[in-house]
């Protein structure tokens, strides 16, 4: 074939613009949504995907990053960012909002949002909350003949080197230093208590895990035989037949109530609205709480089934036996703790 | 007269500006938004001074996490030199074949990504990984070593995956060595390790430092393989930046982090390198 100079330079600046420019490349009918590494990841695209598709035609791309990462590449590319929909816990929703990259949720045009009981809304107009998640004790039952009751079992003696953990950057690593700091007389905002415990933990520690994710796959690696997890995550292993359990500690395991958010400048514009429709409906939320996924459901039409039946009979029950954290409180120190435990927890 | 030679000099060069053109605006240009960022006072961007310097000569913290990824690169690149000198010698005294499959297996690690040969190693070197498991069978160890998570883990992987960084150039340099000289120093009596250390390592020494800066570099940024391998328990320069920079979302001292990290790591290049072609110098002479 004879090609023109021209045409050849022609060609080839389409194709360097279209490399360059994948925001206009890119096929107008999807939406990137962000997932947290872990089971999160798998339910979502198991679940969430599917049905988007098929309420919208349309497909979503989706990336599993922690909260903080997220917020940090929005940031990043505030007029070009790289997702539409994000998922945030409470303590990374108050930095998003304070950095101005989300934007309200036009609740006028939702249908699901009057499922959504109000508890679950956001005061301030942001997109409500679409799932729990119940933190407590993650163990291999082969190695514990009497399961572990309380926090204080990761500190016993004979569980050297078999505690797994994972950081602040986290919002599990944050909730288990706040609680752990409020049960040895430290408060919301005074952690010291929590990090004198962390040296006395440090013998017993076998691995540090860089994410929620990473520490409960660290059961199937048999590296730890006990950590502080989700269990949405460790029923999620139990189910594919990893020697993992799940039990609230004693005082009462702590509830993370999670939302997904639509992100400023978007470029999914109401196909991303469509698929926080999509997450809130009692079909996916019910998909969502069956098993093997286990995500607490807050649509109110959607009743607690199988696993979640051992945590609670219904939401008000699970919030009303176990803890919430008043994030506000201390989300701004969350930096300089998380420099703290990076420091500290180490060999 | 001169006018021309202007204008050859620029017909030589021209070629090159495509690729100084890409270097200026995705390297040089970064790096000056990197310097001028590390300039802020504040994580809020509010204030210029050299305060994030300040910072970090005076966190004994992150000069301790500098020293720990540069004796991290040295200790990595030693253990590659010590591989992949004798890897070599087998290599030039082996037959073509020979050859072909010891080239081939030096290749085969550069066809899979650094995530997946990192993967093998959690794999190798897990509580019950391939080493423990073997070891526990055959009796030799009464319980599972701590291997994964450790300073000596993370060297041997490092070593494993950047070794064809070091084994090329070597090769490449020990091809390059003259048949006769060694054999005249073998005739003369010289033993194997005299002809080694008088003959063939300075006459390789251009492929081992190039060999050498490469593997520095690639295993003190390497940070996925310093994050899977050495977990959150040792902490490197390239995890420290990451966390300061989207966990503590202070980007003036992930900058001066950067940096500095990256100062030294030229400097060290930059030593190396005059020490070495002072040596060559030297042989040449």
């Known amino acids: ?347 | 007269m001169a006018q021309r030679r202007k204008l050859e000099i620029f017909g030589e060069t021209l070629p090159a500006m495509p690729l100084a053109a890409f270097f200026l605006v995705a390297f040089v240009a970064p790096f000056i938004l990197l310097l001028v960022i590390s300039l802020y006072q504040s994580a809020e961007f509010r204030g210029v001074g050299l305060h994030q310097y300040v910072k970090f000569v005076t966190d004994g913290f992150s000069i301790g996490v500098l020293w720990d990824t540069l004796f991290l690169g040295f200790c990595v690149t030693a253990v590659c030199l010590l591989l992949a000198y004798p890897l070599g010698l087998v290599y030039i005294a082996g037959g073509p074949r020979l050859r072909a499959f010891i080239l081939f297996l030096i290749m085969l690690p550069l066809l899979t990504s650094a995530v997946v040969r990192t993967f093998a190693w959690l794999v190798i070197l897990g509580r019950e990984g391939i080493i423990n498991s073997a070891m526990l069978a055959l009796g030799l160890w009464g319980q599972p070593a701590r291997l994964l998570y450790t300073w000596g883990g993370l060297v041997v992987a490092l070593a494993q995956i950047q070794l064809p960084l070091m084994a090329l150039p070597v090769i490449n340099s020990l091809l390059k060595v003259d048949r006769s000289l060694v054999d005249a120093a073998e005739g003369l009596g010289a033993s194997s390790w005299r002809r080694f250390r008088t003959v063939i390592l300075p006459l390789t020494l251009p492929g081992a430092v190039a060999g050498s800066l490469l593997v520095f570099a690639a295993s003190t940024t390497a940070f996925i393989t310093q994050t899977l391998v050495g977990g959150g328990r040792i902490v490197l320069m390239p995890l420290n930046i990451y966390q300061q920079a989207v966990g503590v979302q202070d980007w003036p001292f992930a900058a001066a982090l950067s940096i500095v990290f990256t100062v030294c790591i030229v400097a060290i290049n930059w030593f190396v390198n005059a020490f070495a072609q002072a040596r060559m110098r030297g042989v040449n002479a």
């Open chain 1, 1 to 347: 074939m004879q090609m023109s100079r021209r045409a050849a330079l022609r060609l080839g600046a389409a194709s360097l613009a279209s490399a360059g420019l994948p925001g206009i490349s890119r096929a107008a009918e999807s939406v990137v949504a962000t997932t947290y590494p872990g089971s999160f990841d798998e339910a979502f695209k198991a679940v969430v995907g599917p049905a988007f598709t098929k309420a919208t035609g349309a497909n979503v791309n989706f990336t599993p990053l922690l909260a903080i990462d997220q917020v940090a590449k929005i940031q990043a590319a505030r007029a070009n960012p790289p997702f539409d929909v994000v998922l945030f816990d409470e303590g990374p929703l108050i930095n998003a909002i304070k950095a101005d990259v989300l934007e309200k949720f036009p609740a006028s045009a939702s249908k699901a949002l009057a499922d959504i009981p109000d508890a679950f809304k956001h005061p301030d107009g942001y997109a409500p909350v679409i799932t729990c998640q119940v933190i407590g004790i993650a163990f291999n039952p082969k190695k514990f003949k009497v399961p572990p009751t309380s926090w204080d079992d990761l500190w016993k003696p004979e569980n050297k080197g078999r505690v797994g953990i994972t950081g602040m950057a986290s919002s599990l690593g944050t909730a288990f230093m706040v609680d752990v700091a409020k049960l040895k007389g430290g408060s919301d905002t005074d952690l010291e208590p929590a990090f004198k415990a962390m040296q006395t933990l440090l013998p017993n520690v076998g691995a540090i895990a860089q994410s929620p994710g990473a520490l409960a796959a660290l059961f199937q690696q048999g590296e730890i035989d006990i950590a502080f997890n989700y269990f949405n995550n460790i029923e999620l292993l139990r189910t594919k037949g990893v020697d993992v359990d799940f039990v609230v500690p004693s005082t009462g395991g702590i509830v993370v109530r999670t939302s997904a958010q639509l992100v400023k400048n978007a470029q999914a514009g109401k196909l991303a609205t469509a698929y926080l429709e999509t997450v809130m409906s009692e079909g996916v939320q019910k998909d969502l709480e069956a098993a093997p996924w286990v995500m607490m459901p807050t649509n109110k039409r959607v009743p607690f089934t199988g696993a979640n039946l051992k945590l609670a009979n219904g939401l008000d029950e699970l919030i009303a036996r176990n803890k919430l954290l008043d994030w506000t409180k201390f989300q701004h120190l969350r930096g300089d703790w998380i420099t703290r435990f990076t420091k500290e927890v180490k060999i």
